[in-house]
């Protein structure tokens, strides 16, 4: 039996394709440093559990399809204190942040068309792109430059006839880039002049340190008919597993057309949707409390990194990633080597390597994302564990 | 702004275009009974609502993308029961069987492909088609002979060389519908010696009256490479807002590029997986007093629609649908007409009209769906109102 082109094309997830080496890692005794997924240790706040209780019906129907509308109310307030405005038929509720960026390529692009993204970028951009067969050019940003924009000329030489969007995700994974408003708004510029929409992937709109004001792609009022904010509660209240995201933007014909997509799929999970209420009740302290713990994570992982010979990173300013480059071979044979051949004092870990982060080929081979999702005292050790890693790799360079 | 072609090109639900227009009459003091769509009134078992409290942890984390392992071995078991023997790498749970069966087209077809499906059929089969590029050819079953399939030699006339996979919906949504052995064994011949895949929506796997013993297209050891079994807790346990569906095959190769697709929107959520654990676990018991709940409903409207003059339908066998043939102009302008212009005692109703139910053009338009989820009270009324106003339409034929 044959399979299609398209899905016989579609890459593994780089991020997990390395999970079975740090289970054998483990397997053998080892204690193996988790750097290489997104999944915050971040406790999620209790009001979510206890909302899923207060189900009271006894039939657990099909709830709308354009989603819950308490959640589009609470989801409206929370833009309101980012100075946006999100009428009702603005926003729809969708399956986490993933089906918000599959609907979005779905509605805007065609097969054979294009999107253009910022490279390193997150890779289900790819997966999702190329199972719709919708392709990806990568507009290259580089780790010496702490991965911001290339100036406004080399963008528009990257667009093309099939260019349909630009996908950005602000902050940025796995660069930790915060784009800043110039730069947004050059972004802006070359898309409304070109008629191309924006899809504004801000799931990590509040991880931003040092202070940085965060400008959202949804405040330019020039762009309303072109901006599509693909959300989710998913890292913002670490409640990945709810897999509640959205679709937020002033183009309403956009959302209808994206509703149909959701009809389609009848609904998002009724009692899910009563806890994302909750979460978007959550007092602003408690992101506070949040961004202060990852910032000193932060701290941690960038001051170590600073430290090790021949690793270059600029200072991440969001999200909880840093992509650097590393004075190896490869990074990908480098992880694996760690988790097969070394260990410090019984210890590695995993990080994931950037190569399949980008579309054009042959960059990136050097580099790797660290998640810094776990404790501070268990960063510091892992932090030493890479040092003495690449102290000890045969194939540094 | 322009749209993708395909987003454009979609149609809006057939089934749920028609809600404004009861809105309306509700709001003009009528009762409306909605047969027009298939939301189970039946109460879900109280061991799912009673899981969802069971999660102990402080973090919802991502669940793995192939799903909760304990309930993919709780579907293993409940497909043994049928004499169907998966193992753990050969169901990945999905997001309904919605997500099941977008995943199911993408990996078997690529934009161009064909897909042939029995119609009448759910409308979905052709939206989530149509979103990814692949067309839907129907191969025409008729209300005067209870839906059932053509002769073989029909069916390997439609295939063509683009022609990638059968859906087939058993029992069957909108028909009711109830395949023979004979004519499932006529179908997996066809699609062995053609190659080609086929897509089993078998959520409605239950629900089959009159003794009827069901089987299943997983139970062909011949097509085993070839069958793609969709499956879902939402009618099965009356819990579709849960959003829990599955897919099942013994080609490994396949889950194995669907689970690529899996891995792109990370997992499905966490804690409805666990509640449909409990739901796997319910006993037979279960199915037995729904299954004759139902058959009283299914009775009840039969009978009701032999009685009335003019009206085409065979009895139906399965699922909870019955497809309608009303001596009527226009079914949708018959149903717009009950909304707006008829009530019987202050009552009227709702249905599905049929046509979008077709992809060959210009057949259907005298037919409707109607759901029996209602209490056999309330259908007793509501086949009576139905009656009153096929009398009282102008648009009688």
Redesign the interface.
């Known amino acids: ?8 094309n ?4 780089p991020i ?1 394709r390395l999970v079975p080496y740090a289970d054998k890692a483990r397997a053998a005794g080892k204690k193996v440093y988790p750097l290489n ?1 997104g ?6 706040p209790k009001e ?2 206890s909302a ?2 207060s ?1 009271d019906k ?6 709308v ?1 354009q989603g819950n509308a308490d959640l589009i109310k609470a989801i409206r307030e929370y833009y309101k204190t980012y100075d946006m405005n999100f009428e009702q038929d603005e926003i729809l509720i969708t ?2 942040g ?2 918000a960026l ?1 609907f979005s390529i ?6 054979g ?1 294009e999107v253009l993204v910022p490279e390193p970028f997150y890779t ?1 951009y790819n ?2 792109s190329s ?3 919708v392709s990806v050019d990568g507009i290259t940003t580089k780790a010496e430059e702490g991965f911001h924009l290339p100036p406004k000329e080399e963008l528009l030489k990257k667009i093309k006839p099939n260019t ?1 969007a630009v996908i950005l995700s602000n902050p940025g994974n796995p660069t930790g880039v915060v784009y800043s408003p110039e730069e947004l708004k050059m972004l802006v510029d070359v898309c409304v002049e070109n ?1 191309l ?1 924006i899809i504004a992937d801000e799931v990590y709109r509040e991880f931003v340190y040092d202070g940085l004001k965060y400008k959202s792609l949804g405040q330019f009022k020039e762009a309303e ?2 901006v599509i904010i693909v959300d989710s509660v998913s890292k913002r209240y ?6 509640i995201g959205s679709i937020a933007s002033k ?1 309403k ?2 959302i209808a ?5 959701c ?10 949707q009563l806890g994302a209420i909750e979460l978007y009740k959550t007092p602003v302290s408690y992101f506070k409390e949040v961004n202060d713990e990852y910032k000193k994570r932060r701290d941690i992982v960038y001051q170590a990194l600073q430290k090790m010979d021949g690793v270059i990173c600029k200072e991440p300013k969001g999200a909880f990633y840093v992509a650097v480059k590393f004075p190896v071979d490869d990074a990908e044979k480098f992880i694996i080597w760690c988790l097969e051949h070394f260990d410090y004092n019984g210890e590695t870990l995993m990080m994931a390597p950037l190569e399949g982060f980008y579309s054009t080929k042959g960059i990136g081979k050097d580099e790797a994302r660290i998640a810094y999702v776990l404790k501070c005292e268990e960063l510091e050790k892992a932090m030493k564990v890479l040092e003495e890693a690449l102290k000890a790799y045969p194939g540094r360079k």
Chains 1, 2 share one sequence.
């Not at 779905?106 to 097969?111: K, W």
């Open positions: 039996m044959k399979f299609s082109n398209r899905i016989t579609m890459q593994s997830s997990r997924i999944q915050p240790d971040i406790k999620t979510f559990f899923l209780t189900f006894e039939v657990l129907a099909y709830d399809s399956n986490g993933s089906e599959l779905i509605a805007t692009c065609d097969p068309d289900n997966g999702f199972a719709v067969n349909k008629e929409y008919q072109n670490s409640a990945c597993g709810a897999r183009n014909e956009l057309h994206v509703l149909k997509l009809q389609g799929r009848l609904c998002v999970p009724t009692i899910e």
